[in-house]
């Protein structure tokens, strides 16, 4: 019995009087100790920002904190938030779903069960994903409250402020507002989502709590994290999808842009000297500017060192002479 106690400090943290975060049970390499999710809210109804990645031993932990509710006639959960379209952020819901139905019953086996929300940033239409396309086959229709299309999302929008669809009795709305900022960059469909009765700001993966974050688009990520300092005098931590909690938000995101700042200028300074043997390539790029480090590292910097590569080429800074990959030349 102790050591269950145990377990359930380490996975299950307040972090503030309105914010409760659950690790998704997912402990790696790249998820450091596992995908953040969080508990919004005083009272139930709340809403759930993230869902981990589907592992079993996740939904009990959320259990914990959803039973003895305040309200027993009011759903557990009235809005799920979905930052982005990894797996290990969503792949979770069909588990979460589940759990809502069934402490619902369990409390009001004659009452319909009132369902919650699923809100997520639409992809562009062009953009297929086969992760989505796996979760929406796991979804039972009567588990979540349908979007106006018909589908399990209801769309964000940059911009717009979300009010849960079920508030306690007397609440003030305000209380439990969020307010979103698509952020791409990471991935297309990345939202942060700013708590001003909190002051604080759900990042997803676009910043983490350690270390700094990969991103499919550059030029896109840069803009986006200033879009989110920009908006510095609304919050103060940053409550991100892996890793702890950021006390000083404003000053880590002003350290992520002058790090990618930085290592643009050093690329454009090497560029402007002469390789041996021809032409820069992404690869002898990344090893000049990351050497010294462990060669298992490699591969990932290089693909970091094509973003940036990209980006320069759409701003005209330098040109690719052609190769593919880590061979691509330029000048």
């Known amino acids: 019995m102790a050591?269950?106690?145990?377990?359930?400090?380490?996975?299950?943290?307040?972090?503030?009087?309105?914010?409760?975060?659950?690790?998704?049970?997912?402990?790696?390499?790249?998820?450091?100790?596992?995908?953040?999710?969080?508990?919004v809210g005083t009272s139930n109804p709340y809403i759930l920002v993230d869902t981990g990645e589907g592992k079993p031993e996740y939904p009990p932990f959320l259990r914990t904190v959803l039973e003895s509710p305040k309200y027993p006639s009011l759903p557990d959960i009235s809005d799920i938030i979905l930052t982005h379209r990894h797996h290990d952020h969503i792949l979770g819901l069909p588990s979460v779903l589940?759990?809502?139905?069934?402490?619902?019953?369990?409390?009001?086996?004659?009452?319909?069960?009132?369902?919650?929300?699923?809100?997520?940033?639409?992809?562009?239409?062009?953009?297929?994903?086969?992760?989505?396309?796996?979760?929406?086959?796991?979804?039972r229709k009567d588990d979540y409250t349908p979007a106006p299309g018909g589908g399990p999302f209801h769309d964000l929008a940059d911009g717009?402020?979300?009010?849960?669809?079920?508030?306690?009795?007397?609440?003030?709305?305000?209380?439990?507002?969020l307010q979103v900022l698509h952020c791409p960059g990471h991935t297309t469909d990345s939202v942060s989502l700013i708590f001003p009765a909190d002051r604080s700001l759900f990042t997803g993966d676009t910043v983490l709590g350690q270390?700094?974050?990969?991103?499919?688009?550059?030029?896109?990520?840069l803009v986006s994290l200033q879009k989110v300092l920009d908006a510095r005098d609304k919050y103060d931590p940053l409550y991100p999808g892996h890793g702890p909690v950021v006390p000083d938000g404003p000053q880590t995101i002003r350290m992520y842009i002058d790090h990618r700042l930085e290592r643009e200028?050093?690329?454009?300074?090497?560029l402007c000297t002469s390789p041996p043997g021809g032409p820069w390539t992404t690869w002898t790029i990344t090893l000049k500017v990351y050497e010294g480090y462990p060669?298992?590292?490699?591969?990932?910097?290089?693909?970091?060192?094509?973003?940036?590569?990209?980006?320069?080429?759409?701003?005209?800074?330098?040109?690719?002479l052609g190769g593919e990959l880590n061979d691509e030349r330029w000048e």
């Open 98 to 139: 589940t759990l809502c139905r069934e402490l619902w019953v369990k409390r009001n086996p004659e009452k319909p069960f009132s369902p919650p929300r699923i809100h997520k940033f639409p992809l562009p239409v062009s953009q297929h994903d086969a992760v989505l396309d796996e979760l929406v086959s796991k979804l």
């Open 160 to 177: 717009q402020t979300l009010i849960p669809s079920v508030l306690p009795p007397g609440s003030d709305p305000g209380d439990w507002t």
């Open 3 to 39: 050591m269950e106690k145990l377990e359930v400090l380490k996975s299950v943290t307040r972090i503030s009087s309105r914010v409760t975060r659950i690790l998704g049970q997912n402990p790696g390499k790249f998820t450091l100790q596992g995908t953040d999710t969080y508990v």
């Open 295 to 320: 060669e298992e590292v490699l591969e990932a910097a290089a693909r970091g060192i094509q973003l940036h590569m990209k980006k320069l080429e759409k701003e005209g800074g330098v040109r690719c």
């Open 211 to 221: 270390g700094t974050a990969v991103f499919e688009d550059l030029q896109e990520y």
């Open 265 to 270: 200028a050093q690329i454009l300074a090497l």
